[in-house]
C-alpha cells in the first residue's frame, strides 16, 4: 500500500485558501478538504439555535447528541450537510463567516471536529486547509504551506466573490471583517493562526489565480 500523501494549507480568512487548495487537489488528483466549512457548518448551527457565538457556554449547548455534520464529496466537490440539510451556500455569508471565527476558538468545538479532520486525512491523499493544519491537525504533513496575502487585496477579492454571488456588501465592512478576523484568529488561546517552523511562506498579494495555484503545485511537487 502506497503512503498517502497530506499537505497542510494555513493562511488568514480570505488567501483564496479553498480555491487554490481545491484547484490544486485537482491537478495532482487528491481530494480537497475545506476544514474551514466545518466551522462554518457548526457556527451557522449555533446561530440557527440562536446561540451568541461569543459565548463558549451558549456555544457548546448547541453540540447535542442529535447534531449531524458530514462532509461529502458530489461529483469531487465537496459538500456540507447540517443534520441531513446541505448548507453549503448558507456557510458562506459575511454571518456565518464572523461565527466561524467565533466558534473555532472553543475547545469543545475545535475537540468535536479534530477526529473528523484526521481520520479523512489518515486514508486519502488530501490537500487540507484552515487556521492549525500544519501546527495542531496534521503536524507530520508531508508538505505544509502558509497562504497569505495583504489585507486589502483578500478584502477585494472577497468582496467581488460575495458580489458574484449576489451578496450585497461594502469593501470597507468587509475589510474591516477581514481585519477583525485576523486578530481573533492569531489571538485565541486555542490553536490560533500561526506559521509551522517549516511551511513555506507562499505570499499572493501580487500574482492572480492561476499563478497562485501553479505557485502551490510547484511547493508540493517540489517537496514529495
Known amino acids: 500500500m502506497n503512503k498517502v500523501i497530506n499537505v497542510a494549507i494555513d493562511g488568514p480568512a480570505g488567501a483564496g485558501k479553498s480555491t487554490i487548495s481545491k484547484a490544486a487537489a485537482a491537478k495532482l488528483g487528491y481530494i480537497y ?34 447534531l449531524k455534520i458530514e462532509l461529502k464529496f458530489i461529483d469531487g466537490e465537496q459538500r456540507m450537510f447540517l443534520c441531513g440539510e446541505d448548507v453549503s451556500k448558507e456557510i458562506r455569508t459575511p454571518e456565518a463567516s464572523m461565527a466561524a471565527s ?5 475547545p469543545e468545538v475545535r475537540k ?14 488530501c ?18 504551506i502558509f497562504l497569505t496575502a495583504s489585507p486589502e487585496a ?12 449576489g451578496i450585497e456588501t461594502k469593501y470597507d465592512d468587509v475589510l ?13 488561546a486555542i490553536a490560533p493562526l500561526k ?8 505570499d499572493t498579494s501580487d ?15 517540489g517537496k514529495i
Open 195 to 202: 506559521k509551522a517552523d517549516d511551511a513555506v511562506l507562499a
Open 102 to 106: 467565533a466558534v473555532s476558538a472553543v
Open 33 to 66: 478538504i475545506d476544514t474551514g466549512a466545518l466551522y462554518r457548518t457548526v457556527g451557522l448551527n449555533a446561530l440557527r439555535k440562536g446561540a451568541d457565538v461569543k459565548d463558549a457556554e451558549s456555544v457548546v449547548s448547541t453540540l447535542t447528541d442529535d
Open 176 to 188: 474591516a471583517d477581514m481585519i477583525e478576523r485576523d486578530y481573533n484568529d492569531s489571538h485565541r
Open 112 to 125: 468535536y471536529l479534530f477526529d473528523l479532520q484526521k481520520n479523512l486525512a489518515a486514508s486519502n491523499n
Open 207 to 221: 500574482i492572480n489565480l492561476e499563478e497562485s495555484i501553479e505557485l502551490i503545485i510547484s511547493i508540493i511537487e
Open 154 to 165: 483578500r478584502a477585494k477579492r472577497r468582496h467581488l466573490e460575495l458580489t458574484e454571488k
Open 127 to 144: 490537500i487540507m486547509d484552515g487556521r492549525d493544519i500544519g501546527t495542531v491537525v496534521l503536524p507530520d504533513a508531508d508538505v505544509k
